[in-house]
Every structure is written in structure tokens, then in C-alpha cells.
């Protein structure tokens, strides 16, 4: 339409007046022209018999008053703009309101001309309203879809993408849809198991939506991303009725940070689980203590053996520390462990054996331990230098002055002291000054791999350990030897003793002395401290 039929004076425009009016007052469609200032200044009658309004009415106020709120930006807009005289008059829709309080949805045609709009106007049928309104539902389900967290991808009867919304490019590492649409999930994201075996396209449960037409629900499945890395999913799809056949909709989302929550409350519950057996152990004295022997490497004789506690679960098993040992450190139990590994090991060591045992740093820091070891070196009866403590490095950060004057009042005694994985921290060499440690432990790190790759470095490692020890007057212990060649290179490089699964390893302490003769050999562990 690029005219409008609608001719403001019949006068002007050579024809007779009252037959203008009479098109103008009998035609079906709403005519009529408005003022720029934004009044109606002329309206057929047509506009009451549709609105309920009289023309007077409607003249009274702008006409900007009538029309429904959601649409006076769009209307203002449209009134601004104008529409150049002879151009092309272009529609506008818009509702309006009805003198007994609805709204009706208006389609107008309608053209500025020397400052006066010319207006046709007709009130839209219903099934114009009705596509108005699924154009909406359609610009708010688009909305929808383009703002949710959840990646959504339709797919069309062959299984390609002929959608996906934005939270789904990103999930999926693309950067734009264009790169998937129009292909299959499993041209793309969905052709690999997250163990890397291939996905059949068949077995896959988003094709069967498709070709069963039942809705899915999959909890847990992995996507690849662009970059070939893969993120853990879960997914729900449906299938959807289109012109040429069965398409589907899926709707997937990233469980990630899901899966790593659930793994936390499930360490925490495991771990709360085990607070509960430990204690109960304790209640129960189910504790036993393991040895090894730690042998000296010219004779092969052993010198003492280091005692390890392993729990007996109520069945009668038995679990080694490393299983509830960190729970334990971590929950406040392990001094209470100490101490009961500390009792059991005097009764081997009241019967003449050498021992070890291992103190962590939560002991360590109780001022009143060495309170409890006096009183039990007393009450078996034991030789003080046949006891050595076994300490790590952390133990003595943890709570440096009371780990101090424990160490030294052990030593005053004539127990001995060794510093425990040592190497693995990073002020070792700095405790060596200033406290009488008697014995190195050299970390299995640096043992277990003399022969390996990293074995040069390993090798200098272990000989400025010896060096520095035999300077102090200590004594150097290999952790970790397993085998006889381990044990030749050590023997090279100058280290006392030995520890490892070559000699023997950790077996119930009641057993291996029974085997073993009281007093191994009267030097080494606890001999006094040089000086005074
Ligand atoms: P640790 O003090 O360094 O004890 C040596 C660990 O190395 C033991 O592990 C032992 O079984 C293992 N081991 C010995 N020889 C070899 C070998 O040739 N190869 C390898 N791969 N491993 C070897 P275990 O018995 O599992 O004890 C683990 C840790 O638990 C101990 O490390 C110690 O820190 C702690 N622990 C054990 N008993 C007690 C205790 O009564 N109190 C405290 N506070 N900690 C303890
Ligand atoms: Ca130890
Ligand atoms: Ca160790």
C-alpha cells in the first residue's frame, strides 16, 4: 500500500465534499488523522463502533492515553519517526483500549503529510491476535533458551542439530553454534566413552529417543569438548514431533563442580566413619605393632627394630597404618595412639629388645609426654638406651621449643633420636645444629631410585647426607632398600643401616622376637651422646 484512501479535504482535492464524508463516515475500516502534537483530529465512526469510545472521547486527550502500556514505547517511537510523504506507509500494530476497560490489538497503515498523520486502522482479527501471540511465546521461549545455564540442542529427524542455545556452544568449548549445527552429537561431542573407547551411534541413549520415541534421563556421561578434553554431563531428552519425522530435544548440563562435592562429603563421611573405628580400637586395645628390622650394612646384623602400629578390625583383619594413620593426625587421635604404641613397645623393650617407635608431631608438642615416657620406662623396667624415638622434620616445626626440650631430655636419658624421612622437608640440615639427633632415616625417595633416572642425583643426595651425619657423629639409615643392588650402592656411598623389603618386612612384633634374641647388639641406638 503506498497511498492511503483517506483524503483530508474533499475541497482540496477537486471532488464533492459529501461524498468523501460519506466514504468516510460509512467505511468499515477506522479512518482518520492525528496532529503531530500526538491528538486525534478527525475519526470516522467505525472507531466507536469498535472501541466503545466516542470520536469527541478520544480527541479529548492524546491518543497516546488509549493505548495498552506495553505498547507506547513502540507507538512514541513509531509517531517520532514519522513516515516521509510518499514513501511507502508502513504498518504498525498496537492495542487500544475499549470503553468498557479490554484492549483490542490495532493494525494501522498510516503516513505523515505536511504535519497531519493519515491514518487506516483495523481492528485485528483473532486469528491475527492469536499469531501475535505465538510470535511472542516464540520471542520468550527464544529468550529462554538463549539465558539458561543448562545447554539445550535440538535435533531433526536425521539426529543434526538444527539448534542449540548459547549455554550449550560454551559448555561444549565452541564459539559459535554454526560449527555444530547441522551435524550429529557424534560427528562432534558425543563420539567418545570418557574411557576413550568410541560411542556406537546405535547403543547411544540420545539416538534411541529418536528412534524409540521415549523420553531419557542419563545421570552421568561425558562430552568432548573442541580441544579434546572431556566434561562430565548429565543429560534428559525428548522426542519432538516434526513436519518430516521424529526429531529430539535435549537438555544437558555440566556436573563438574557436582561430582567434585560429592566426592568431598563422601571422603569426609569415610572419613567420619574411620574417627568412629579408631576410637572404638582404642577402647578396645585392638592395636598391634608390626617390626622391621633395621640392619647395619657391613655385618647385616640387626641393630634394633622400628615398630609400626596396624589396627585389628573387630573381624580379626588387620590394617595398616597408612589406611587410618592421616585420619588419625587429623582428628586429634594420634596422640592417644602414641601413647598406647609407646606402652606396648616397653614391654618389648622391658624384655631387653631394641625398638624404635614413631612419634608424630601432635605428640611431639604435649609438653606432658615426657611425663608418660619416664613413667613407663619405670613401670617395665627398660633400659633406657635400648629406646629410640623416631621424628619427622614437620614434627618439629609444629611446635619447635617443646619438641626441643623433649628430644633433649630423651637424649639426657640415653634414648636415641632419629630424624625420620629425612631429606623430604626443607630445613633438615638446620634441625641437625641445633638438636642431638643420633640417627638419619634417609628417605625411601632418594633410596628406592639408585638405579633409575634420577639416580646421580639421588647418589650425591645420600653422600652429603652421610658426610654431614658422620661430621655430627650420627649415624645414616637407607630407608626403602629392596634390593641387593640398592644395598651394594649404599654400602658404597657409605650408609650405617638399612631398612626394607630386602631384609624383611613388617611383621608382628609378638613373632619376630619371639625369633630373635634380646640386646641384638649392645651399640648404636641409644648410646649416650657425645660430651658431656
Ligand atoms: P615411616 O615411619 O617412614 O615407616 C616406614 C614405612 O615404610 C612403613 O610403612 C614401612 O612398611 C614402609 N617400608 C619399609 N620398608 C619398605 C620398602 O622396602 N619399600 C617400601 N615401599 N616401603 C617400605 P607403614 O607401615 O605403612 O607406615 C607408614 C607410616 O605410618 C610410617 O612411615 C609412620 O610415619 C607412620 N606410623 C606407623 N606407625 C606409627 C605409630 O605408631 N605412630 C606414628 N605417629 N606414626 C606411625
Ligand atoms: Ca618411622
Ligand atoms: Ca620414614
Known amino acids: 500500500m503506498t497511498s492511503l484512501s483517506v483524503v483530508p479535504s474533499g475541497d482540496q482535492q477537486g471532488r464533492r465534499p459529501d461524498a468523501v464524508d460519506r466514504l468516510f463516515d460509512f467505511s468499515l475500516d477506522m479512518l482518520g488523522t492525528a496532529s503531530e502534537a500526538g491528538f486525534f483530529t478527525r475519526l470516522n465512526p467505525a472507531w466507536e463502533r469498535t472501541l466503545g469510545w466516542t470520536a469527541e472521547e478520544l480527541m479529548s486527550k ?8 506495553d505498547d507506547v514505547d513502540a507507538t512514541l517511537e513509531f509517531a517520532a519517526h514519522g513516515v516521509e510523504a510518499g514513501a511507502t506507509a508502513v504498518p504498525l500494530e498496537n492495542r487500544y483500549r475499549t470503553r468498557d476497560g479490554g484492549y483490542r490489538w490495532i493494525r494501522w497503515v498510516s503516513v505523515l503529510e505536511a ?6 486502522a483495523r481492528a485485528v482479527t483473532a486469528a491475527k491476535a492469536a499469531q501475535i501471540d505465538s510470535d511472542q511465546d516464540a ?3 527464544r529468550a529462554i533458551l538463549e539465558s539458561v545455564a543448562d545447554g539445550l540442542y535440538v535435533t531433526d529427524c536425521a539426529g543434526a542439530l538444527t539448534f542449540i542455545n548459547p549455554a550449550g556452544v560454551r559448555l561444549l568449548g565452541y564459539e559459535s553454534a554454526d560449527e555444530l549445527l547441522g551435524q550429529g552429537p557424534h560427528a562432534t561431542f558425543h563420539h567418545m566413552h570418557r574411557e576413550g573407547a568410541t ?8 539416538t534411541m529417543v529418536r528412534t524409540s520415541g521415549h523420553p531419557i534421563h542419563v545421570d552421568e556421561d561425558g562430552f568432548c569438548r573442541k580441544d579434546g578434553t572431556a566434561v562430565a554431563v548429565s543429560y534428559s531428552s525428548a522426542p519432538v514431533t516434526l513436519r518430516d519425522g521424529r526429531g529430539s530435544v535435549v537438555a544437558f548440563r555440566d556436573i563438574t563442580e557436582q561430582k567434585r562435592r560429592e566426592l568431598r562429603t563422601r571422603r569426609e563421611l569415610e572419613a567420619l566413619s574411620w574417627v568412629g573405628r579408631i576410637r572404638d580400637a582404642l577402647e578396645e586395645h585392638r592395636y598391634v605393632l608390626y617390626a622391621q628390622p633395621i640392619v647395619s650394612v657391613a655385618t647385616g646384623e640387626t641393630i634394633h627394630h622400628e615398630l609400626l602400629v596396624w589396627m585389628v578390625s573387630p573381624a580379626g583383619g588387620v590394617i595398616a597404618p597408612g589406611a587410618f594413620l592421616p585420619v588419625a593426625e587429623a582428628h586429634g587421635l594420634i596422640q592417644e595412639i602414641d601413647r598406647e604404641v609407646f606402652k606396648m613397645a616397653m614391654v618389648y623393650a622391658g624384655a631387653g629388645h631394641r625398638v624404635a617407635v614413631n612419634l608424630s608431631a601432635d605428640s611431639l608438642s604435649e609438653p606432658g609426654l ?4 619416664e613413667t613407663q620406662l619405670v613401670a617395665n623396667a627398660v633400659d633406657p638406651t635400648l629406646v629410640v624415638f623416631e621424628v619427622t622434620e614437620t614434627a618439629l616445626i609444629h611446635n619447635e621449643g617443646v619438641a626441643q626440650v623433649f628430644i633433649e631430655n630423651v637424649r639426657r636419658l640415653a634414648c636415641g633420636v632419629a630424624l ?3 631429606g623430604t622437608g626443607y630445613g633438615s640440615f638446620r634441625y641437625l645444629k641445633h638438636l642431638p639427633v643420633s640417627m638419619l632415616k634417609i628417605d625411601q625417595e632418594f633410596v628406592q631410585d639408585l638405579e633409575g633416572e634420577a639416580s646421580q642425583i639421588n647418589r650425591h643426595v645420600i653422600e652429603a647426607i652421610v658426610t654431614l651425619a658422620r661430621d655430627m657423629g650420627q649415624k645414616t639409615v637407607a630407608e626403602g632398600v629392596e634390593t641387593e643392588s640398592t644395598l651394594q650402592i649404599i654400602r658404597e656411598l657409605g650408609v650405617d643401616y638399612a631398612q626394607g623389603y630386602h631384609f624383611a618386612r613388617p611383621a608382628p612384633a609378638d613373632d619376630v622376637y619371639a625369633a630373635t634374641k634380646p640386646r641384638e647388639r649392645p651399640d648404636a641406638p641409644g648410646s ?3 660430651g658431656p
Open 139 to 141: 520471542s520468550v521461549l
Open 199 to 206: 560411542y556406537g551411534v546405535d547403543d547411544c541413549p540420545l
Open 528 to 530: 649416650r651422646p657425645e
Open 370 to 373: 615426657f611425663r608418660y615416657v
Open 115 to 120: 504535519g497531519v498523520w493519515y491514518f487506516v
Open 62 to 69: 492524546p491518543y497516546i492515553f488509549f493505548v495498552h502500556p
Open 420 to 422: 625420620d624421612d629425612f
